[in-house]
């Protein structure tokens, strides 16, 4: 199995928060892509990827939290269009969902809208 497919897999279960059993192509063994993420996380191949692309972040600890926002029928007008505002339909309505990342200090680090409800 090619390295690229191991690590876009990796990337996509980390990314959507699925199982590994969730992994989406044909050519790439759910259990061997497991195992390859176990086997770096041993051995800090992960910590130091961390290190190499963000070596000046050095904030701690970093708590990562989502809500859904229900979108009311007046905004559903928003400039630039539901997808710009990222505005999604789900059983329940017109939605979008807020991430954030703060630091373990009061201010926050980063925050993004979704429109995919999970």
């Known amino acids: 199995?090619?390295?690229e497919k191991v690590l876009t897999a990796i990337l996509f279960v980390l990314h959507e928060g699925c199982s590994?059993?969730?992994i989406?192509?044909?050519d790439a063994n759910w259990n061997s892509v497991y195992q390859y993420y176990r086997r770096w996380c041993r051995?800090?191949?992960w910590a130091g990827v961390w290190e190499q692309v963000a070596p000046a972040?050095?904030?701690g600890a970093i708590y990562l939290d989502s809500t859904f926002i229900?979108?009311?029928r007046s905004g559903l007008n928003a400039a630039g269009g539901r997808d710009l505002q990222a505005i999604g339909l789900t059983k329940g309505g017109w939605n979008t969902k807020l991430?954030?990342?703060v630091p373990s200090?009061?201010?926050p680090h980063a925050a993004w809208y979704s429109s995919r409800p999970w």
């Open 1 to 3: 199995m090619a390295m």
């Open 20 to 22: 590994w059993r969730g």
């Open 24 to 26: 989406n192509q044909p």
């Open 43 to 45: 051995e800090g191949v």
């Open 57 to 59: 972040a050095k904030l």
């Open 70 to 72: 229900k979108v009311q």
């Open 99 to 101: 991430h954030a990342a």
């Open 105 to 107: 200090c009061p201010r």
